[in-house]
Every structure is written in C-alpha cells, then in structure tokens.
C-alpha cells in the first residue's frame, strides 16, 4: 500500500514533463513556420563588449530544444523506474528549456532584446520576494501573515514621506523597515500576545494600512508634493566585474542598492533559518511547539520576534516602490502584490531560495506577456496577463508536488 | 485569498466613507463672502471612481468641474465626496450620498454605470449626472456626460507621427475598457491617417485597433507594472507615450525622463498643468472636458433646470480638444502644427470623420 503511493506521486514528473516536451517539439518545433529567424539581442549599451544580436532560425532551435526537452524527460523516466528521485536541476533545466523553446517561436520573424527581458523580469519580482521573505519567516514560526501587503504599502509610503522631508533617499531607507514593524507590531501583539485570529487581523490591518496611507496622500502627499511627496530615487550601481557579464552582468549587478540589500537578506535567512541555532528554534516553534516549550524554548517570544523581523523585510520592501522605482508615492500603489508574494511563498516550499525562484518565476511571466504583447502575439491580451497565474498553477500543481506548510502555522500557542 | 482581498477592500472602503462623511459639514464657511448667496442654495456631490480624486486625471477633472461651480456661486460650498477605492465601495458611497441631501449626484466613471442605474431608479427624486456612460435605454433622472475623445486623440497621433524620430510611438491603457480605448483608436488612426498623406510608415506599438487589443496592466493602480510597460515600449523602439490609465499615466513620464529621448501625450487633462513635474516631457494632451461639462450640469440642475439629454463632448464644442504644445511649440514644424488645425476643422465640419467602436 504504502510503496503503491510512492510510486503514484513519483511518476507524476516525468509524466508531466513528457506532456510538456511534446507540445514544446509539435508546437514551438515542427509546426513553426519555416523559414523565420527569431533575433535576441545580448548586449545593453553600456557593456564593454558589444555582442552582435543572435539571430536563430526558429524552427530548427525549436526542434532541437523540443527534443531536449523530451530527452530529459526521458531521462526523468529511466531515474523514478530505478527508483530515484528525479533531481530538482533536471526540472530547472527543463524549465529554462522548454522557456526557450517558447520564446523562440513566439519571437520568431521578430526581436527582443535579452537583457531587458530579464530586467523587466527582477523589477517585477523584487517586491514579491521581499513580501515572500517575511512572510515564510512569520509562518516559519507559526504566525501566518496576510498583512504583508499593508507592510509593503506601509514601507513604501514613510519610506516616500521621510525621504521627501528629509531630501535623503537613504534617510527613507531607514524608515521603511520602521513602517513594517509597526505593521507587524499590531499583528504580533493580536495574534500571539491575545491570541486572536491570525488570518482577521491581517486583514483588517492591510484596510488600515490602505486607508491610513490613502487619507494622508489625499490630504498631505497630493496637495504639496514638493515638501511631501518628492523622494527621489536610488540611482543604480554597477559591480565592477559582475557587472560586465553579457546578459546576466546588467541584469543582476547594475541595480540600486535595494536589490543589494534583497540579496544579501535571502542569503542571510537561508543561513539562519537552516543553519543556525535561532533557525533550529523558529522551525521547531512552528513545528511542534509544545514539544519546543518542553525543551526550554519560549514559543510565543520566538514568535513575537519573528513577525517583528518579517515585518521589517516588508517594509524595506516597500521602499522599492518609492526609492527604487517610481521615485513618488501613489495610492494603494502595491496594487495586490503582498498575496502574490504569499503564493510565492508557498510555491517556494516555505524555503527563502524556493521563494526567489518563485517570485521569478511570477515576475519573468508577467514582464514576457508584455515584451510579446508589443512585438505582436496572436494570443488575447487578457489571456496574456493570466499567464503568471496560470504558469503558477502548472508549477505548483505538475512539478513541485505536495506541499507541506508548517505544522502549527496559523494556530495560537496558549500553555495549558 | 481575493476573497479576503475584496473583503478587505470593502472594509476600507467603508472606513474612507466614514472620513468622507465626517468631513463633509464644514459649517465656519457658510457665511461666504460670494455675494450670490441666493443662488448658492444647492448641494452638489460627487463619487469618484477607483483612483481617488487626486488622480490629476478624470476624478480630479469631475471634481474641478464643482469646485468651479462653487467658485461661479451656484452650488453650496464644499461639495459632498465619497472616494471609491474599489468597485465595492460605489454602492455604500452612492448610499451615503442618497442619505445625504443632494440636490445632484456626480457620479464618475464608466465602472460606475450600474450602480448608478440601480440607485437612480430607486430612488426617483434624486437627481444623477454620469460621466463617461450612455445607458442604452435613458433613465429620466440620470444625464450622462460623454466624450468622443478619439476626435482629439486623433489629432495627437497625428502630432506623435509627425515628432517621432525613431518611427515608432505606443500606448498603454489601465484596462481594455470602452472609456480606454477610445483614446488608443483615435491615436492609431491619426497615425494612419499621417502614413497615408505623407506616405510614411510610423508604427503604433501597445494597441492595434484592427484587434482591439493591446498593452494593458489590469488596473489602475500598479505603478510596478505601469513603469515597466513603459520601458518595453520605449526598448520596443517608441519615443512617443500615450498613457490611458489616470494616476498610472505618471510613470510613463518617469520611464520618459529616464530615457531621455521620449515625450509623453497626457489625457483628459492639460498635463503640463496637472503634473508641472513633468511639464517638459509633455507634447501636448488629449483633453476631455469634463469638469466643464459637470460645472454645466450642476448649474443647470441649480437652476431648477435639469434634464437628461446626454451632453456629448466633441471637437464641435470644444467638449474634447489638443493641448497647447508649450515647450514643444518650436520643435514642431509650422507645416505639422498647421495641417492638424487644418485636420480639426475637417473633423468639425464632417469632412473628415474618425471611427472608434467606443464612441457615443
């Protein structure tokens, strides 16, 4: 019985993935017009060594990618039929594969520029892992979070407001986590010091955040927006070295010192939360908090300290809206994307790595449906701008399998 | 998890009621200096559509429009407003509006269209003026206020095709909707039009009226979405926007300044003056004249004289129109500047007429 359902959920990889190197080989590949070129550019003007753009011939890439696709497949089968586990990279690559694959003939007799794709694709996503970071720090201890868009819009607006009365963009930097915290003091005092429902109290706090924030823009930020509302913006880096890499060189290390600082806390957290003794702890408290408060660990100040962290990576977060990006406040401006990085969280396993591929993921689709929105796709744009959603569902539900929240997330610890 | 969302946003949505009603009796100012006091006897109120009324877009534009009525002294002071933050706050606003005693609703804004009607109809007395929407059967207590903006917005292809160096300029909108797209079609065909006489081949990216369809971001306000739509058109060649999306049209002009090369086309209001931090990056601004058209109809509804013939805006009555192109003025040739005067009147007298399946 038991290996009868090991078998069933382990053959549901190469399953999918055989379906989806079929389409990629007949669709992208073989019935592909012939004759088309699909042309990339690599370089960004401020490289120091300029690529020609790569023009491929669409068909042939696509067959070829398509039978690449079919071949890890393949290879997926021959792994689950001696009884392995089919590796997170074959996926990965898979993935960018089969992308490829798409890409390739959706561009075809066109072009896109690589870079910018992947630039769009990062300022898409960095909002989403910032709320993705505090949200699995919160419910990696027990406490889910769904205030995470009142944090980000929280962070976005004092961040926006001190930067403007101070004329110091690092001054709103500062204040942002500042904005989270107090955020997700409310939500820690609720939730673990009374015990009320954690889902109600994110909820209500996320219309306080909004309308608080709403009220002052009409009344302070609209009227005068030299004093209040004229923050000004990070400009952007680059990494000597780093940064000169073609494609990726301009994506990842000419950015502003936002991204930096994104990179540095998913690195931290992926650390500490699997690789230190505070981390052991927080798992432990989400886990199985009473057998945690057996072994000497305080469960609901664990707790109250890691919605106070998680609120301050919101609201740092949020900055990118103000200082990163726009340069302005504007009302309700997160527009939503503090439940996208609550999906996100949770298609990354709970795990700070899983949760950047994710919000990736999500922030690659939805800059492509653009890109290939404006070079001409036949597809209907409200199907386009489906696509990050739908392309989440394939995700969650065809390749990343079950997934297990932890244990006692979302319930109250009260000591008997 | 949206249906927490909208659960949330219903929430706020009655707490910003609750501000807007507490704000409303401002009673000090009563004992105005205007000496029209007879005639300053009537209360006006306003609903606003998602993006509040400070959207230097069509919200503030309604708004004006009764401010203006104020000023003129036909309307009492501090008109009643109740900002929507989501299509769930228009029926508790129109409610607290029809509590209150009004003498004339606004209510702004296509996605305002059936609420309106379900209040109107219940509620007989009251008096409405929509803008942005025509009901297709008329509702004898409802004027609506509407714009065949793809008159102006043809004129500003026109201008865009005639400005761009790189041959290409785009448009974005907030959402595939009607009062949107109206706009994009009128933008396409005065690029057309300007192929076709100067025997060019100016490309329009973000919309294809052929399709109808095109660049969107879903909503109205994701400015993460909004700047980066930006920045595809402009990598896709274009250095001419044209930003249908209210509040959103801000970051078209921050993507602009961060080009360096590339002009934005404002609508429904003068930009240059709704948004001076941007003034130097407006070529010019398909506007809709709606706060003269909502300043018309409270006046009328003061005077006792309400009626509910629709008002449609067009190039004829100046209810839409082209900006000046103040800093722009010396980079456009006399011949273009000339030929669109030309091209407005062909449109007032008939010669010329511009089609857009959202036109009224």
């Known amino acids: ?416 | 998890m949206k249906r927490r969302f909208r659960f949330a946003a219903a929430l706020g949505g009655l707490a910003l009621v609750a501000t807007a009603c507490g704000e409303a009796p401002d009673e000090e100012n009563d004992t105005a200096t205007n000496g029209e006091e007879e005639g300053a006897d009537f209360e006006a109120c306003m609903v606003t559509d998602e993006g509040g009324v400070d959207d230097k877009s069509f919200n503030e534009s309604a708004w004006n429009g009764l401010q203006n009525a104020v000023d003129a002294g036909v309307i009492n002071e501090d008109p009643s407003l109740a900002e929507s933050n989501s299509p769930s706050d228009f029926e508790p606003n129109l409610r607290s509006m029809v509590d209150q005693d009004c003498g004339l609703i606004v209510t702004v804004g296509f996605a305002l269209a059936d609420a309106t009607q379900q209040f109107a109809e219940d509620n007989p007395d009251e008096q409405f003026a929509i803008v942005d929407f025509i009901y297709e059967e008329e509702i004898d207590n409802v004027k609506p206020l509407v714009f065949n903006t793809h008159e102006a917005a043809f004129l500003a292809g026109y201008v865009a095709a005639g400005y761009t160096e790189t041959g290409t300029v785009g448009t974005w909108g907030g959402a595939n909707i009607p009062t949107v797209t109206i706009f994009m079609d009128g933008f396409w065909d005065g690029v057309q039009h300007y192929n076709e006489v100067k025997d060019e081949d100016v490309e329009v990216v973000g919309w294809d009226k052929e399709e109808q369809d095109g660049q969107f971001v879903g909503d109205f306000s994701d400015t993460t979405l909004a700047l980066q739509i930006s920045e595809n058109l402009i990598d896709a060649g274009a250095d001419v926007l044209l930003p249908v999306a209210g509040p959103l049209g801000e970051q078209a002009a921050i993507a602009a300044r961060d080009d360096g090369d590339s002009v934005v086309i404002w609508v429904d209001v003068d930009g240059y003056e709704a948004a001076p931090e941007y003034s130097d990056l407006m070529l010019t601004s398909v506007e809709k004249g709606i706060s003269v058209a909502v300043e018309e109809a409270a006046s009328a509804a003061a005077a006792g004289e309400f009626s509910n013939e629709p008002f449609v805006g067009t190039l004829e009555n100046d209810g839409v129109g082209l900006s000046p192109y103040y800093d722009y003025e010396d980079e456009l040739s006399d011949e273009l500047k000339s030929e669109v005067e030309e091209l407005r009147e062909q449109i007032i007298s008939g010669e010329l007429t511009v089609e857009s399946d959202a036109a009224f």
């Open chain 1, 1 to 416: 019985m038991s290996t009868a359902r090991v078998l069933t959920r382990s053959w549901r990889t190469p399953i999918t993935l055989t379906v989806l190197g079929a389409v990629a080989l007949v669709v992208f590949g073989l019935l592909a017009p012939p004759g088309e070129h699909s042309t990339f550019g690599v370089s960004t003007g401020g490289d120091l060594v300029q690529f020609e753009p790569l023009a491929l011939p669409s068909r042939l890439v696509g067959i070829l990618l398509g039978i690449a696709c079919l071949a890890l497949a393949g290879w997926s089968f021959t792994l689950v039929a001696r009884g392995r586990r089919v590796p997170i990279w074959l996926s990965i690559t898979f993935g960018v594969a089969f992308v490829l694959a798409f890409l390739t003939w959706s561009v075809a007799g066109a072009q896109i520029s690589l870079p910018a794709l992947l630039q769009g694709a990062l300022a898409l996503s960095v909002p989403l892992i910032f709320g993705a970071l505090c949200g699995l720090v919160c419910e990696r201890s027990g406490v889910i979070n769904i205030a995470i868009e009142g944090q980000l819009l929280g962070g976005a607006f004092l961040s926006g407001v001190v930067a403007s009365l101070t004329t110091s963009v690092w001054a709103g930097l500062v204040a942002a986590p500042l904005a989270g915290l107090l955020v997700a003091y409310l939500l820690a005092v609720f939730t673990v010091r009374y015990y009320v429902n954690q889902i109600i109290v994110g909820v209500v706090l996320n219309v306080l955040v909004i309308g608080l924030t709403s009220f002052m823009f009409g009344r302070l930020l609209s009227p005068n927006p030299e004093t209040w509302n004229s923050p000004g913006r990070f400009l952007s880096m680059k990494i000597p070295i780093l940064g000169d890499i073609p494609v990726i060189g301009p994506v990842l290390f000419d950015q502003t010192v936002i991204v930096y600082i994104m990179y540095v806390t998913v690195a931290v957290l992926y650390v500490a939360l699997f690789r230190s003794r505070w981390g052991l702890r927080v798992r432990a408290v989400g886990e199985h908090p009473e057998a945690a408060d057996t072994a000497g660990i305080q469960v609901n100040a664990v707790r109250f300290r890691n919605v106070l962290i998680g609120g301050a990576v919101a609201g740092l977060g949020g900055a990118y809206f103000t200082l990163g990006l726009s340069g302005l406040f504007s009302r309700e401006m997160t527009a939503g994307q503090g439940f996208i990085a609550l999906a996100a969280m949770i298609l990354g396993r709970w795990n700070p790595i899983g949760a950047v591929f994710a919000a990736l993921l999500f922030g690659f689709v939805n800059n492509l449906q653009s890109v290939l929105g404006i070079i001409g796709t036949p597809i209907p744009s409200e199907f386009m701008l489906m696509a990050p959603y739908v392309v989440t569902i394939i995700a969650v539900a065809g390749l990343v399998g079950r997934v297990r929240p932890p244990a006692a997330s979302g319930q109250p610890y009260i000591k008997t």
